[in-house]
């Protein structure tokens, strides 16, 4: 009997401490986006995508006002011109308005590259610095509170025991 509450205890012990060293884990949170819209380095990427984007603006204008003055220069010879000469003109207008979208359509994905492009050294670089303040402080877990996703996990991770459990 004596043997029992000695084992009891003990196991009480540990388990308490276990539960207590586990408990000990230090998070902290950031606002990343915050973080990143304070950067230097995104002030100037955002106005570098202002600036192509005020040029792409500027070209798509310029081809839709080019555009309207072929369309009234057609319609006003429309009448003096045979009807197979005004065929062809339509299909000359249908294929500019194309020519238009498709411009827009490749301006679009290249901003979207464009601003990938700048913005990944600049997160990169945010990650980072979140990383090595967390280190330093001696945080196991850094949440971002814009997404609640986790940064940093210096924890133990249980994918591998879980995948052994289930055999996988």
Do not use: W
Request: hydrophobic share 40%; net charge negative; charged share 25%.
């Amino acid at each position: 009997m004596k043997h029992l509450k000695t084992i009891l205890l003990a196991t009480a012990l540990c388990i308490g401490t276990i539960s207590f060293t586990q408990a000990q884990n230090k998070v902290a949170h950031i606002n990343t986006a915050e973080l990143i819209q304070a950067m230097p380095e995104m002030k100037a990427a955002q106005a570098e995508l202002e600036t192509l984007g005020k040029t792409y603006q500027a070209d798509i204008q310029a081809s839709i006002k080019e555009y309207q003055t072929i369309v009234k220069q057609y319609e006003a010879e429309a009448a003096t011109k045979t009807d197979e000469e005004n065929q062809k003109r339509g299909l000359e207008l249908q294929e500019k308005q194309q020519n238009i979208q498709q411009f827009q359509a490749d301006a679009q994905q290249d901003m979207q590259k464009k601003e990938l492009d700048l913005l990944k050294p600049i997160t990169e670089k945010a990650k980072a610095a979140i990383l090595k303040v967390a280190r330093v402080q001696g945080y196991d877990y850094v949440l971002d509170a814009a997404q609640s996703v986790i940064i940093m996990s210096d924890g133990k991770n249980l994918l591998d025991d879980v995948k052994k459990e289930l055999g996988i």
